[in-house]
């Protein structure tokens, strides 16, 4: 699909850098922003505010001061912006579905529950279908200025990441970067050896050279769709979640996937996402796949 960039905000130094981060994707991508808001009725606060009316007004006003900043630095983006009354978490997965990709603010240095509004942000990476960027306050704009990699991990088969690889290629394409795809690989318990998987093993000429051949496998369609994009390839024997942040220390945006599908305990980020969204340095994408 092609929809805009959607932006959530409110009145925090986070959700401002991701709303610059958004703009500047945006512009990349010739789409347009939408900037979202949402807003509920707090009875029982101060009387100066303690109308519907009046709390609405400072919502318009905090979204219309934030947006003015972007037009700014953006003249010629196409911006709208919603003042929604309504839940967060509803709101935003509500904008995500019509959008390209939603982008929110991470709070914090490392921890997952001060995105956004507490765990609004991880309740929309849980839920959505689109894919969704944390940005973190002071750190989005020096990695984009120093031209680094897009990390993005890999994994199983190829179609298993196809998404998530589609995703950081056209973002690397967008930016004129290089897409640096990592897979990493631990080595199996003994029985799951099979005389089949031996066999594959054992024509490949090892573990690792399997995962490579993995790895290079997966990538080649879109290598071949974007030709203009330059390919590292990463191959390397650890926890995944490890792996990709070692590999990130100096990405400008890092790229993982999430499973789509919702268990009996409900949508779930995953272990590896989770990870990265605690300790990553970058912005980080999380990619929804099958």
Known sequence: MTGPITAGVDATDESHAALHWAAREAVRRSLPLRVVHAWEFQPGVPSEVAGREAQEGWAVRAVTDAVRAVTEHHPGLQVSTDVLEGPAVRTLLEAAAGSELLVLGSRGHGR???????????????????????????????????????????HGEPEDSADVLRFAFETAAARGATVRAVRAWTLPPVFAYSPGSLRLLDDAGGLEPFEQKALTAALQPWRERFPEVPVIEHVEIGSAGQVLLAAADNAQLLVVGRRAHRTAVGARIGSVAHGVLHHAGCPVAVVPHA
């Not at 507490?118 to 960027?133: D, F, N």
């Open 112 to 154: 997952l529950v001060g995105f956004l509004l507490g765990s609004v942000g991880q309740q929309v990476i849980a839920e959505t279908a689109r894919p969704v960027v944390l940005v973190r306050a002071g750190s989005e704009a020096s990695a984009e200025a120093a031209g680094r990699d897009i990390v993005v991990g890999q």
